[in-house]
């Protein structure tokens, strides 16, 4: 027993030291300042082309208008939920499925239409906006965040509410409210608000990581359903943390490799 909790010790220490050494070099090797190491995060995820991004004055938000709605939507869901279901694991029923099957189409056709304005010679349905890449992104974050957040509960603790985290259309119908409360916020081009939202949207990026590792590292470590209290979230969040970090810092070092260049992707669009 006492070597078991030895060994427990050694390996909380060996992943906290592997988060400070994965997370100290990423910011001593990013660019400097607030902006510059949400640009880095952003820089792992997203194209971040120019004229498909909002601005704050003549710097492009982290994330292009399509990625900054997925990822504020995706936290507006998993905050939404840990509000009003706390440890709720259940999926959601069956109209709501089909609502969040609605929206994961609605964010794929944009998406691929918004692609195929890229390709010269490639006929598209119509000519998107950002207008409607933030919305369709919204859409799909929401989506994601209502499978992430039961799915976590599920693995991590011993005792969860096997109700649904979303358990009817009024919670649906107020949570698809607040994300377009979010995009009228995107879409004022304040850079008041700007400024928080970017940034929120590029820790949402870390969050959805640092989850999905985090339950990862408990499988792997056959350790699901065994915790009990929210202090003993701190080894299996910081292992996802330092997975995620470490995933950010090797895509960003590759694209750097490739392009020389912190900017999004250069295209010019007839």
């Excluded at 820790?203 to 499988?219: D, E, H, I, P, R």
Aim: aromatic residues 8%; positive net charge.
């Amino acid at each position: 027993m006492i070597a078991k909790i030895g060994n427990l010790r050694n390996l909380n220490l060996v992943i906290f030291a592997a988060a400070g050494i994965v997370l100290f070099g990423w910011l001593a090797n990013t660019p400097g300042e607030l902006l510059g190491k949400t640009d880095a995060i952003g820089y792992a995820v997203c194209h971040r082309i120019d004229v498909r991004s909002f601005h704050l004055g003549q710097r492009p938000l982290s994330l292009c208008a399509r990625c900054t709605g997925m990822y504020l939507g995706a936290v507006l869901a998993l905050l939404f939920q840990t509000v009003t279901s706390p440890r709720r694991g259940g999926m959601p029923g069956r109209n709501i499925q089909a609502a969040m099957l609605a929206l994961s189409g609605i964010f794929a056709l944009d998406g691929l239409n918004s692609f195929s304005n890229l390709m010269s010679g490639v006929p598209s349905l119509y000519q998107t906006t950002n207008t409607l890449r933030i919305l369709s992104g919204t859409g799909f974050g929401i989506v994601i965040g209502l499978f992430v957040y039961p799915a976590f509960n599920q693995t991590i603790w011993r005792r969860w509410d096997r109700r649904p985290a979303i358990s009817g259309l009024a919670q649906f119908g107020l949570l698809l409210l607040l994300g377009l409360a979010l995009v009228l916020a995107v879409l004022t081009e304040n850079p008041a608000v700007l400024l928080p939202l970017t940034v929120v949207s590029a820790a949402g990026v870390l969050l959805l990581l640092t989850l999905v590792y985090g339950m990862l590292w408990q499988s792997l470590l056959r350790q699901e359903n065994h915790l009990e209290r929210p202090l003993q979230l701190t080894t299996p969040l910081t292992a996802g943390f330092a997975a995620a970090m470490l995933q950010i810092a090797l895509l960003d070092l590759v694209r750097f490799a490739v392009t020389g260049t912190w900017e999004g992707f250069h295209i010019f669009l007839g």
